[in-house]
């Protein structure tokens, strides 16, 4: 009658649970014996490398043979798509080919530049808006030049009417200092 337990009693047991292993230590190390012996006679050049797939034991439970049957599929899937992509890219690849030997010819003449144009619309509208946007840019150029030209020119002819001016009058220089004299540009007071 002893209501008291001890805590050594109340442990529960250990339970335990084995794994279901494809391979034991002992037939990996076979398969790893043999791929080295193989390994071995490849290298030394006895045996031919063979470029098929080794063949996998047939799946024992219904999981296995499941994902081996989606493995399956999703690389016969990926081995389409890559033939599908090659034949893309060789498809491209003769197009390019094709294009390259296809120059465009450039025009020489007037009539030549109007059948270009009307051949090619979008590269002449392209063309002909980089011209004009050169054309701009040079004709401003040319404006900046042209003041100087004409500010230059006014100079030039002010001081050639004032030395003839001064050749015709001597005293002209004094007559323009004095205050009897008007300033262009100076009101009178």
């Not at 250990?14 to 037939?27: C, H, L, P, Q, S």
């Not at 030997?101 to 030549?112: A, F, G, I, R, V």
């Not at 009307?118 to 900046?144: F, G, H, S």
């Not at 004032?162 to 009897?180: N, V, W």
Request: aromatic content about 4%; cysteine-free; charged content about 40%.
């Amino acid at each position: 009658m002893n209501d008291t337990i001890m805590a050594e009693e109340m442990q529960s047991p250990k339970k335990v649970a084995f794994a279901n292993r494809k391979y034991t230590n002992e037939e990996k190390r076979k398969m790893e014996e043999e791929e080295l012996e193989q390994l071995m006679k490849e290298q030394r050049g006895e045996v031919e490398e063979t470029t098929e797939e080794p063949q996998e034991a047939e799946p024992t439970n219904a999981e296995e043979k499941t994902f081996k049957k989606r493995y399956s599929d999703l690389r016969r899937h990926q081995q389409q798509q890559a033939e599908e992509f090659k034949k893309e890219i060789e498809a491209l690849k003769s197009q390019l080919s094709q294009a390259t030997k296809k120059e465009m010819k450039l025009p020489k003449s007037d009539e030549d530049i109007e059948q270009w144009a009307a051949d090619y619309p979008d590269v002449a509208a392209i063309v002909e808006t980089i011209a004009m946007k050169k054309a701009r840019e040079q004709a401003a150029a040319l404006e900046d030049r042209m003041k100087v030209i004409d500010e230059m020119q006014t100079s030039a002819t002010k001081e050639k009417a004032e030395a003839e001016l001064m050749r015709l009058h001597p005293d002209f220089g004094e007559i323009r200092d004095s205050d009897d004299f008007p300033q262009l540009g100076r009101r009178p007071t």
